[in-house]
């Protein structure tokens, strides 16, 4: 279940963090060192809505947290930016206990290195478009002119540009959620945390804007927190995933590790269904290459799925490269077609899937 | 109440407790009777037992005003730099609207500026209503200010308009203020949730009393008074709202980076502003139906006309002065309510000129320099002329003497025939029972219905009544709250009913049911007395015609409420529709309704204490009598009195409700 080491560094983590609902909570977990049972738990009339959570988000990457509802995921990110007080533990941001940070640091983090998107999208009804996306800036006393300025380059980011005079009730859903978009990027944060921001959307919408969300990523290269239920959507979007399950989380990897190695039935459940081509990358299903002849050249990171279109002509094995086009790999025309047709991921075993 | 079974064919089934306990007390009860001799006491609360609070309450008041010294300045001069603060804007208003800028003093006085003129004002009531929602509104405001007008009312009407035009500012400002300290402090909030309760259920005419003596009689002492009275909605609503803000927007607001006080006043407060405006049109009619009351203590206008009349039994010009009561209730309703549910404005395009940006505001202004300077040429464009006014005073008091002439012999018969033989012998019974008994009873019910902590609360505060001496008066109160209430739901409950089951009557009676509810409770003694002249009887109309609006609205909201799968389920099940009314739709809808008479008994019980005008003996009379006296201890002891006998009934009756609820699977 470890996660290979990452090279880039590590910016938010938590180590050990409970949080426990409830009166005396804090007692409570001390009086049970940091361990208490769940029927203890019952008998106290608390609620742990995240246990013993320990995690770590490289720079950069959108680590995707994800569980059913009620698994903990929005109490899980609202520890990590300190929305709720965590009953125990720490979170380190960029090296620093966030937990000990005083309440005006916290004032001042939150202001220049923090933004975060909503389910509910949580738009200000009273301000447009404009004043929605400025106000992050606003409360920092920035003059008018400035922010405005700046509200307007981000709306055109997210591709609102010609609304900016709207209401958020002139707005649809999707429009709404592009400016919560734009309002938590106007601060131009280090770290970005999204809790669920494409459940409230119909289907159809909700691609396209995971696709919208995918362009500024590329472009932004923020470190991202992303909450969702949807293992689709975890799967599209995620470097990492962390599975939580009553408040625990079970398993943190990336997808393919989650698929191919589930730790607990919990996630095989999860993961089954899933079409193993979506997740699979060349790496992960390639032979030691055998310096023969080669159709086509796929990276190592692209999924088994966009190998589909090639598959046709092509008579011999793929050609797996690295970065820097080197051969480290090859993958058999059959295998290819096995993982593609064959019967999603009931059994793990079939397949001749390497460990990353 | 819980079902109670039976054994029935020699089978044992499960028999409530509580009937045994019932039987039992009320064994004891009439045991009572034979120990008359024995036990006098519990017949008639004896003289030497009274706690003198009202005495205790009277001195203190006294000391307060004269004696007490807080240190950099003495409580009188607190009171008088409050009057001097509510004073200033309110002598600016009243010059602008109704008396004109003027310069000297009393009779030698002269005008440097005039008032609003009339017409001014006519139109620019009709823009605020075209600004509001649209013409229909704008028609309607205008209207009801041209009868202002036309009948003679202007005068006073300005007086009174004045008046609100200050209280509401400072009731929002103060009720939020008040609100955002309830909501921040859970300290806070404990102190005040039982003030505010205690404050909307103690008859206003309790309050006036104190008010009067700190402040003196005047103007200025009905405007605190009235701003007093129309502040706990503010609060209540201004911690709901702010309560009702998603917890996502205010996470978003820490997110941004915003301070506590951002975090008020750009985040929470504009979310919740949808709210807060209803508690705004709460604020301008509570402060309408307090404006008129209070010219009991000096605040003139159309309330000190209806009253004069009342006094004088001038009939005709209190119902004049009573109409124009009603149209200003209704324009100002309607129009607080189309600004409370304005549509917020789309995006628009932006424009430059200040003319075309405040179209309203700059018409405004520019129609008052115009009438202004007409007003100067012109007379009757600054105010009405006398000669054109119309009079209905005289057409009312023909009406009187016709109906007097034509009809006393039935209306005299009506009246005493329910006097003799429903209202003298109820209110006999009541006034028999002894104190224990009654107290007793209450307590029990308190018991069954909520637990120990409801039964001591409400013994307690029956215990109150007793022990300060009010039980005779209380009892009269009781009977003719009781009497109105038990006739209120009797032809309320019916027509609730029927507009529920009825949409045409539905929306009618809705109209009814909001004109109604607008009126100050003065305007509802005037008819009465102009059919029955002053006593019990009369002020039993005023108090059923006054508290009759929720049976009915509760009625219909609750019959409606019936979820339609069970309506669907029992005309499946061949119910036939009388059926389905008697066996299904009125016992789901039975907590609502009595929810709806909960309401009743509370707006009986402040329309009793108005009654005291036409002469009832019970509570009110002892609160109007304290007022005359100016003796604090006295009002506020009965006015105690009377927010416990609302307390008592409406915890007992909102516990059974929820009680009910629970048991029929309700919310
Ligand atoms: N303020 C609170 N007080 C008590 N219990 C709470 C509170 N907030 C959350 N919980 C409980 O904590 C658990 C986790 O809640 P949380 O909202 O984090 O779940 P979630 O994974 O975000 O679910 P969803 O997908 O429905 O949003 C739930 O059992 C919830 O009932
Ligand atoms: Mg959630």
């Not at chain 1, 990358?281 to 589909?308: I, K």
């Amino acid at each position: 279940m470890a996660s290979e080491i990452s090279p880039h560094p590590v910016k938010l983590a938590c180590r050990g963090v409970w949080k426990i609902f409830g009166d005396n909570a804090t007692r409570f977990l001390a009086d049970k060192n940091n361990a208490p049972s769940d029927s203890e738990l019952i008998d106290a009339g608390m609620i742990a809505a995240v246990r013993d959570a320990t995690l770590e988000i490289p720079e950069g990457e959108i680590f995707i947290i994800m569980g059913l509802s009620g698994s903990g995921k929005s109490t899980m990110v609202r520890c990590l930016s300190r929305l709720i007080e965590p009953t125990a533990g720490e979170v380190l941001f960029e090296g620093q206990d966030l937990l000990k940070t005083s309440p005006k640091d916290m004032i001042e983090i939150r202001r220049h290195k923090m933004g975060m998107v909503f389910q509910h999208f949580a738009l200000l009804p009273h301000l447009t478009v404009l004043g929605n996306v400025a106000f992050p800036l606003e409360v920092q006393g920035i003059d008018k002119k400035t922010r405005e300025g700046r509200a307007l380059e981000v709306i055109e980011l997210v591709g609102l540009s010609g609304r900016e005079g709207y209401y958020p009730r002139e707005l649809s859903g999707g429009q709404q959620q592009r400016v919560g978009i734009a309002r938590s990027l106007a601060v131009e944060p280090d770290i970005w945390f999204l809790d669920e921001p494409f459940s409230a959307l119909d289907p159809l919408i909700r691609r396209e804007m995971q696709d919208e969300f995918l362009r500024l990523q590329q472009m932004l290269k923020k470190t991202i927190v992303f909450i969702t239920h949807d293992f689709d959507e975890a799967i599209r979007l995620a470097d990492h995933i962390a599975i939580m399950k009553d408040g625990e989380i079970i398993q943190i990897g990336t997808p393919e590790e989650l698929v191919m190695h589930p730790a607990t039935d919990y996630v095989a459940e999860f993961t089954r269904g899933i079409p193993r081509a979506k997740v699979l990358t060349a790496q992960a299903v390639m032979e030691a290459p055998t310096a023969g002849e080669y159709s086509v050249q796929v990276r190592f990171d692209s999924r088994l799925e966009e190998l589909g279109a090639n598959i046709l002509h092509a008579d011999k094995p793929f050609a797996v490269i690295d970065e820097n086009e080197a051969v480290i790999g090859q993958i058999s025309r059959d295998a290819v077609l096995e993982i593609l047709v064959g019967a999603p991921n009931d059994d793990a075993d079939t397949g001749n899937a390497g460990a990353s | 109440m819980t079902a109670l079974t039976l054994s029935i064919g020699g089978r044992e089934r499960q028999v409530n407790p509580w009937f045994f306990i019932w039987i039992a007390a009320i064994g004891i009860a009439v045991g009572f009777y034979f120990l008359r001799e024995a036990a006098p006491w519990a017949f008639k609360y004896p003289r030497g037992w009274i706690i003198p609070l009202r005495f205790w309450i009277t001195d203190f008041v006294k000391w307060l005003l004269n004696g007490f010294d807080l240190g950099l300045f003495t409580f009188k001069e607190l009171t008088r730099s409050i009057s001097w603060l509510v004073e200033q804007p309110y002598d600016m208003v009243r010059s602008l609207l109704a008396d004109g800028f003027k310069e000297g003093q009393g009779s030698d006085a002269i005008e440097v500026f005039p008032r609003v003129s009339w017409i001014a004002a006519v139109i620019i009531v009709a823009m605020m209503g075209h600004f509001a929602r649209d013409w229909k509104l704008a028609a309607l405001g205008a209207a009801c200010f041209f009868y202002l007008a036309v009948f003679g009312q202007w005068d006073s009407a300005m007086v009174t308009l004045s008046s609100i035009a200050i209280a509401v500012p400072f009731g929002v400002v103060g009720g939020i203020s008040l609100g955002i300290l309830g909501f921040r402090s859970p300290f806070f909030r404990a102190i005040i949730s039982p003030v505010l309760d205690l404050m909307q259920t103690v008859p206003v005419f309790a309050y006036l009393v104190p008010i009067l003596i700190l402040f003196g009689f005047g103007p200025v002492s009905a405007m605190i008074a009235t701003i007093i009275y129309a502040m706990p909605p503010m609060v209540r609503v201004t911690m709901l709202a702010l309560k009702q803000v998603p917890a996502e927007v205010i996470e978003f607001g820490r997110m941004a980076g915003c301070t506590t006080r951002q975090m008020m006043w750009k985040v929470m407060i504009p979310s919740a502003k949808p709210t807060l405006m209803v508690g705004f049109n709460q604020v301008v009619m509570l402060s309408l139906n307090m404006v008129i009351i209070a010219s009991m203590i000096g605040a003139g206008g159309l309330g000190f006309d209806v009253l004069n009349a009342l006094k004088r039994l001038r009939i005709g010009e209190g119902i004049e002065a009573g109409v124009a009561i009603t149209l200003l209730a209704i324009a100002l309703d309607r129009l607080s309510q189309a600004i409370a549910h304005k549509a917020q404005p789309g995006h628009e395009v932006i424009t430059r000129n200040i003319w075309q940006r405040h179209p309203y505001l700059m018409g405004a202004a520019g129609l008052l320099v115009v009438t202004w300077g007409l007003g100067v040429f012109f007379p009757s464009v600054q105010t009405y002329p006398e000669s054109l006014h119309l009079t209905t005073g005289t057409f009312w008091d023909g009406v009187v003497k016709w109906i007097n002439i034509n009809f006393f012999n039935q209306l005299d018969g009506m009246k005493n025939f329910l006097l003799l033989n429903a209202m003298i012998p109820i209110k006999r019974f009541l006034l028999s029972l002894p104190w224990v008994v009654v107290v007793g009873f209450v307590t029990l019910a308190g018991l069954q219905l909520g637990g120990w902590r409801l039964g001591v609360l409400v013994g307690l505060l029956a215990l109150f009544i007793v022990v300060v001496g009010q039980w005779p008066k209380s009892m009269i109160t009781v009977y003719l709250c009781g009497m109105a209430v038990f006739i209120a739901g009797c032809i309320g409950i019916p027509i609730g009913i029927y507009a529920a089951l009825n949409d045409r009557f539905h929306r009618f009676i809705q109209v009814v049911v909001d004109t109604l509810q607008t009126l100050p409770s003065f305007v509802y003694l005037m008819p009465v007395v102009m059919l029955f002249r002053v006593g019990d009887f009369a002020a039993l109309l005023a108090v059923i015609a006054y508290a009759i609006t929720p049976a009915i609205r509760y009625t219909d909201h609750g019959i409606r409420r019936v979820p339609p799968h069970l309506i669907e389920a029992s005309i499946a099940a061949g119910c036939t529709p009388l059926q389905i009314l008697w066996k299904v739709r009125l016992p789901m809808a039975l907590p609502e309704i009595m929810l709806g008479i909960n309401q009743t008994i509370m707006m009986a019980l402040s329309m009793l204490v108005i009654t005291a005008l036409v002469g009832t003996r019970d509570l009110g009379q002892e609160v109007y009598i304290a007022l005359t006296k100016a003796d604090s201890g006295r009002g506020l002891v009965a006015g105690l009195c009377v927010a416990f006998i609302a307390i008592i009934a409406d915890r007992l009756i909102n516990a059974w409700s929820v009680k009910r609820k629970a048991e029929l699977g309700l919310d």
